[in-house]
C-alpha cells in the first residue's frame, strides 16, 4: 500500500477559510447540477455546511478549465464521506460545483480511523503494483 502526502500550506489554509467564511454569511449558490444531485443523492444542506466547516480541502485544482476549484472531504452527520467541489471564495458567490458521496466499489481508497475520540478518517490511497 502506498500513501502519496503533501505539506499543509498558508495558500491551502488561505483558500478553506475564505470559502468557509463566504458558506457562513450565505455568499454561495449551487449549480443545477448540485441541487439535482443532493436530491438523488439524499445529502442535506446541512451536510454540505458541515463538509465546508470542518472538512480538509483534498485536491486543488487553480487550473480547472471552468475556473479554480477544490475538492472537500468530511465525515457528515453518520460519519459518511461526502466530498464537496466548489469554486475558489475569489469569486463574488462561491459556487457549490458538485456533492457526492463516493462509490467505494468504484474507488480504491481505504479509511483508517486517526483519532479514536472522534470519528475522523483519513484517505489511504492504494496503487496497483505497490508493495504493501
Known sequence: MSQSLRLVTIADVALIQGIREKV???AFEFSQHVTDQSILRHISVQELHET???GKVIEDSPNDKYGPSCLILEFAGVGRPIYVQCSYPSRPLVKIITLY???PTQQKIVWEQQVPSRVI???VFE???AEA
Do not use: K, Q, R, Y
Request: no cysteine.
Open 127 to 129: 496503487f496497483p503494483g
Open 121 to 123: 478518517e483519513t484517505p
Open 101 to 103: 458521496e463516493p462509490d
Open 52 to 54: 465546508i466547516a470542518v
Open 24 to 26: 457562513e454569511a450565505g
